[in-house]
């Protein structure tokens, strides 16, 4: 293997020397100090690779796919409770079975059939963001839960205290919390995971055993909901309705069928988690974004109001008419890729790339930060602009995952943070509050570590921009 990469330790190999907290910080700068875009290390005896760069990425993970579409042993989520979930499941006939459910649900042209959905729900959080601002952050995060609720298990959220909504934001907690996956003692020593607390003296483990409940929780409660639902002839349209029925029917007629009702709680679950956390924080990162380039924003205002005039509000149709406001949601996922080092790929057969060797069994990580950040790309990386695209850089890559691995929700999310940006544009003014010497309490973007990034709590003034605005929400607003 090739030398590419920092020196190691006997035994341990690079386990306690690449850092548990944001290693992909620290794997930029090893990019740099060697002059490549792919780094090698060993940890256990074990190969692992990070690519660095979107065209390493994409000549392994994509052209390569089928050789890089294995995972490792995530044996820290597995004791949260992730084990039947498509971005864990290892490659096999399950893996095949859940990336064909999910992403037949979820492709472009199926995800134009959620529109309506998803306008009602972000409509409706704008219009509550109006009606109590102070509690903006929580009816950001109540919008989102509510479109995967619909669209996964029919299930809809009425109240601001909605048991939903908490079980998102633990969950949320659980996984963001857990660290880096295949990174723990515990994904090489799987042995521990038999080991009483004390003994064991891991953290990962003990987070992972006490938060296991909140993931059981939230494929366990909208399932048992909208179960009783379809036995009471009730349930609204949802995949897991979809699904369910395509399974009794089956039984019912004597004929096979390729999924379980295991397969299709597992599936459910993961739109439900991946789909409203991801959307939320992105969602966070845009408005803070904008908070932080007020420039930026007031050029959106100026696009929208041009556009859609005073007298509606924005719809999926008006997204082509709409360029600065698409460019400035792609910066947004480049700015801050709440994946940053990715759910790592595992090779099946040894490999190479530019000369050099990967063994069979490799554990790869793409480096989504170092692909957004990188300067022979991208002009002022750490600047958000949207103009950039106008310019000619390129949308940004990554932050969505790679090959056989990338996230099938991705135009699902790119719609809902669109449509709730679109609103709240038009028809909101949000600022920092001011200091009692009358400046803004600015702050800048934190993210917390782990598999999924969020951002850190920040403070913000929500109000409508005019009162014709506000009568405006409520009366486009479905109930």
């Not at 609720?149 to 205290?161: A, I, K, N």
């Not at 007298?311 to 801050?336: G, K, M, V």
């Not at 554990?363 to 170092?370: E, G, H, S, W």
Request: net charge neutral; aromatic share 12%.
């Amino acid at each position: 293997m090739s030398k590419l990469g920092p020196p190691g330790e006997p035994f341990f190999g690079h386990f306690r020397v690449v850092p548990y907290s944001n290693p992909q910080f620290r794997y930029i700068e090893w990019g740099k100090e060697y002059n490549s875009d792919v780094l090698f290390f060993n940890v256990f005896g074990k190969p692992v690779v990070v690519l660095n760069s979107v065209e390493a990425a994409e000549e392994l993970l994509e052209k390569k796919g089928a050789n890089f579409q294995d995972r490792p042993r995530f044996v820290m989520f597995e004791v949260m409770g992730w084990g039947v979930t498509l971005t864990f499941l290892r490659n096999g006939p399950r893996f095949r079975l859940h990336r064909k459910l999910i992403q037949s649900t979820f492709t472009q042209s199926a995800c134009k059939t959620y529109r309506t959905v998803q306008t009602e729900e972000m409509r409706r959080a704008v219009r509550d963001i109006l009606d109590r601002p102070s509690k903006w952050e929580m009816l950001i995060r109540k919008g989102t839960v509510a479109i995967v609720l619909r669209l996964g298990f029919g299930v809809r959220v009425h109240d601001d205290d909605d048991e939903y909504i908490k079980m998102a934001d633990e969950a949320n907690y659980a996984t963001t919390q857990g660290g880096t996956p295949a990174s723990t003692i515990g994904d090489h020593f799987p042995i521990i995971t038999y080991l009483p607390n004390w003994l064991a003296r891991s953290a990962p483990l003990k987070h992972a055993r006490d938060w296991g409940w909140a993931i059981r929780k939230i494929h366990e409660t909208a399932w048992n909901s909208t179960m009783k639902e379809i036995e009471a002839g009730n349930a609204e349209p949802s995949f897991m309705k979809t699904y369910l029925e395509r399974y009794n029917q089956s039984l019912a007629t004597g004929q096979p069928c390729e999924h379980t009702p295991i397969d299709i709680q597992g599936a459910a679950g993961a739109i439900f988690i991946a789909g409203g956390n991801t959307t939320w924080s992105t969602i966070m990162v845009c408005i803070l974004q904008l908070l932080l380039n007020p420039s930026v924003k007031a050029k959106a205002i100026a696009e929208i109001d041009a556009v859609i005039g005073s007298s509606r509000l924005p719809t999926f149709e008006d997204q082509d008419s709409l360029p600065y406001l698409n460019n400035l949601i792609q910066e947004t996922f480049r700015i801050a890729p709440l994946s940053p080092v990715g759910v790592p790929h595992k090779s099946i057969a040894p490999d190479n790339y530019k000369g050099y060797y990967i063994p069979a069994g490799s554990i790869v990580y793409a480096n989504a930060r170092a692909m957004t950040l990188d300067s022979t790309v991208y002009a002022s990386p750490s600047q958000f602009d949207p103009d950039r695209y106008t310019h000619g850089e390129p949308y940004p890559k990554g932050h969505f995952g790679f090959g056989r691995r990338a996230c099938p929700g991705r135009y699902l999310a790119a719609n809902s943070v669109y449509i709730f940006m679109a609103t709240l544009l038009a028809t909101t003014d949000f600022a920092f509050p001011k200091s009692e010497a009358g400046l803004p309490k600015a702050r800048e973007l934190g993210l917390s570590n782990g598999l999924s990034s969020h951002p850190e709590s920040y403070e913000c003034i929500m109000k409508p921009r005019s009162e014709e605005k506000r009568l405006l929400v409520i009366s486009g607003t479905a109930i």
